[in-house]
C-alpha cells in the first residue's frame, strides 16, 4: 500500500488515550520531525505477510482442509484490514494539488507500469502470446491500486454525506446482484471492497485504542479459534470465490439474493475478525516495524513469484509440499520472501516506479511559489539588516 505519513506516535501512549499521538521528535536543525505510528507499520507488515501466506496456500486448498480453513479465514480479512488503514490514512484526502500529485506518482504511475509488466510477464512465463495489455482491465493485484485511485477520489463525496457506511453498504450489495457491470477497472472490487474503506475514513484514534484493548484481545482469542472451526467445516461446500468480492452472486451460480446476504454477512466477519487482528498488532517498535513502510513493495513484487510458481509447476512437481512439513514449509518461505521484497534496499531498487518524483510532468504550485518568493525576500531583507548593522558597530568601533 502506498505508505501515508503517520501520526506521530508514543511508546508510552495507552489503550485509554485519545490519540495515537504523544511526542515528536526533533530534527537536526531543532525543527519538529513527526514519527510514523509504529502500530499502523506492523498492522501493515503483517497483513502483507498474510496476504503471501494465502497466495502460497491457494495451491494447497485441493488436497488439504487445513490449508482451506487458513486461506478462508485469512481471506475474510487480510485485505479489509489493509483497506481500512488506506481509508484511515485518507481522511484528509482533498483536491490540493500536492495531494492530486501524491495520487498519481504513488498510486497511478505504478498501476501503469505493473499492469504492464504483468501483462508482459503473463505472456512470457505462461506462453501466452495473446494476452492482452490493457489498463481498463486490472489483472492479478494490480485491481488493489486502482480501487485505491478511486476511492481516494471519492473521499470528499464521503465527508459529506449522513450515513457514508450504510451508503457504501446498500452500493456493494448492489454491485454483488449486477452481472453486467463488468471487467472495466475491476469494478466489482471496486464497489465490494468500497465499505472498508469507508469504516476507514471514519475512524478515529480512539477507535484503534479500543480494538487494542486487553478485553478485546483476550476475546478475540475464542473468536478466531471458533472461525477456524467454523471454516473447517463449510470449507468442502463454500465457494471461497465470495471472498474476493470480484463477481456477482450470478456468476457464482447463486440465487440474487445471495448477493445481497453474502455483502452483509461476509462484511460483519470480516469486521470482526479485523477488530481481532488488530487487538493482536503489537504497538511497539518491533524488529520489522520499518518494512510497514515498504509492503506496497512486497505486495506488488511477490506477484511474479506467486503467479511465477504457478505458470512453472512448482507445486505440482513437488508432491512433498501437500505433505504437513511442505505446507509448514511453503508458509515460512511466503513469510520470509515478503519481507525481504520489504526491506529498504528493495525499495530503493524499485522507487523509479514506485514512487516516481515527476517533476517534470506538474506545474509549481502558486502558493508553493509564494512562499519560497516570500522566504527568499525574509533572507535578503535579513542578511541586508545585518550588514546594516554591522555597518554601524563597525563605525562606532
Given at each position: 500500500?502506498?505508505?501515508?505519513?503517520?501520526?506521530?506516535?508514543?511508546?508510552?501512549?495507552?489503550p485509554s488515550s485519545a490519540r495515537p499521538v504523544t511526542r515528536a521528535a526533533v530534527g537536526p536543525g531543532g525543527a519538529p520531525v513527526k514519527q510514523r505510528d509504529s502500530f499502523f507499520d506492523n498492522a501493515k507488515y503483517l497483513a502483507i505477510v498474510l496476504v503471501a501466506m494465502g497466495h502460497a496456500w491457494e495451491p494447497l486448498t485441493d488436497h488439504s482442509r487445513t490449508a482451506e480453513a487458513l486461506y478462508m479465514v485469512v481471506y475474510s480479512f487480510?485485505?479489509?484490514?489493509?483497506?481500512?488503514?488506506?481509508?484511515?490514512?485518507?481522511r484528509s484526502f482533498d483536491m490540493r494539488p500536492d495531494r492530486l500529485k501524491r495520487l498519481v506518482t504513488g498510486i497511478a504511475v505504478p498501476y501503469v507500469l505493473f499492469e504492464i509488466a504483468y501483462s508482459f510477464f503473463k505472456r512470457w512465463a505462461?506462453?501466452?502470446?495473446?494476452?492482452?495489455?490493457?489498463?481498463?482491465?486490472?489483472?492479478?493485484?494490480?485491481?488493489?491500486?486502482?480501487?485505491?485511485?478511486?476511492?481516494?477520489?471519492?473521499?470528499?463525496?464521503?465527508?459529506?454525506?449522513?450515513?457514508?457506511?450504510?451508503?457504501?453498504?446498500?452500493?456493494?450489495?448492489?454491485?454483488?446482484?449486477?452481472?453486467?457491470?463488468g471487467d472495466d477497472l475491476d469494478l466489482q472490487r471496486v464497489l465490494q471492497f468500497l465499505p472498508f474503506f469507508v469504516v476507514g475514513l471514519c475512524m478515529k484514534p480512539s477507535h484503534f485504542q479500543f480494538m487494542r484493548r486487553r478485553e478485546v484481545r483476550i476475546l478475540s482469542a475464542p473468536i478466531l479459534a471458533a472461525s477456524l472451526a467454523l471454516a473447517y467445516w463449510l470449507g468442502p461446500d463454500m465457494n471461497s470465490?465470495?471472498?474476493?468480492?470480484?463477481?456477482?452472486?450470478?456468476?457464482?451460480?447463486a440465487p440474487w439474493w445471495a448477493g445481497i446476504v453474502m455483502t452483509l454477512a461476509l462484511f460483519g466477519f470480516s469486521m470482526v475478525l479485523t477488530t481481532c487482528f488488530f487487538s493482536w498488532v503489537p504497538r511497539r517498535k518491533m524488529w520489522f516495524t520499518?518494512?510497514?513502510?515498504?509492503?506496497?513493495?512486497?505486495?506488488?513484487?511477490?506477484?511474479?513469484?506467486?503467479?511465477?510458481?504457478?505458470?512453472?509447476?512448482?507445486?505440482?512437481?513437488?508432491?512433498?509440499?501437500?505433505?504437513?512439513?511442505?505446507?509448514?514449509?511453503?508458509?515460512?518461505?511466503?513469510?520470509?520472501?515478503?519481507?525481504?521484497l520489504c526491506t529498504p534496499p528493495v525499495q530503493r531498487m524499485f522507487r523509479f516506479a514506485m514512487e516516481p518524483r515527476m517533476e517534470w510532468a506538474f506545474k509549481r504550485d502558486a502558493a508553493e511559489l509564494a512562499r519560497e518568493r516570500g522566504a527568499g525576500v525574509g533572507s535578503v531583507t535579513r542578511s541586508g539588516a545585518g550588514s546594516h548593522a554591522g555597518g554601524k558597530v563597525g563605525a562606532k568601533v
Open positions: 500500500m502506498p505508505s501515508p505519513r503517520s501520526p506521530r506516535s508514543s511508546p508510552s501512549s495507552s487480510h485485505m479489509p484490514a489493509f483497506i481500512i488503514i488506506s481509508g484511515y490514512f485518507s505462461d506462453d501466452d502470446p495473446s494476452h492482452p495489455i490493457s489498463l481498463l482491465d486490472p489483472w492479478y493485484l494490480t485491481w488493489f491500486l486502482i480501487a485505491l485511485f478511486v476511492w481516494r477520489l471519492t473521499t470528499p463525496l464521503w465527508k459529506v454525506v449522513r450515513w457514508p457506511v450504510p451508503l457504501a453498504l446498500a452500493i456493494a450489495a448492489l454491485a454483488s446482484v449486477s452481472p453486467d457491470i470465490a465470495w471472498f474476493y468480492h470480484r463477481d456477482s452472486a450470478q456468476e457464482l451460480d520499518a518494512l510497514g513502510a515498504g509492503t506496497l513493495y512486497g505486495y506488488l513484487l511477490h506477484g511474479f513469484l506467486a503467479k511465477g510458481s504457478r505458470f512453472w509447476d512448482w507445486y505440482d512437481g513437488h508432491a512433498w509440499v501437500y505433505q504437513p512439513l511442505g505446507e509448514v514449509f511453503v508458509t515460512f518461505f511466503a513469510a520470509a520472501v515478503i519481507t525481504v
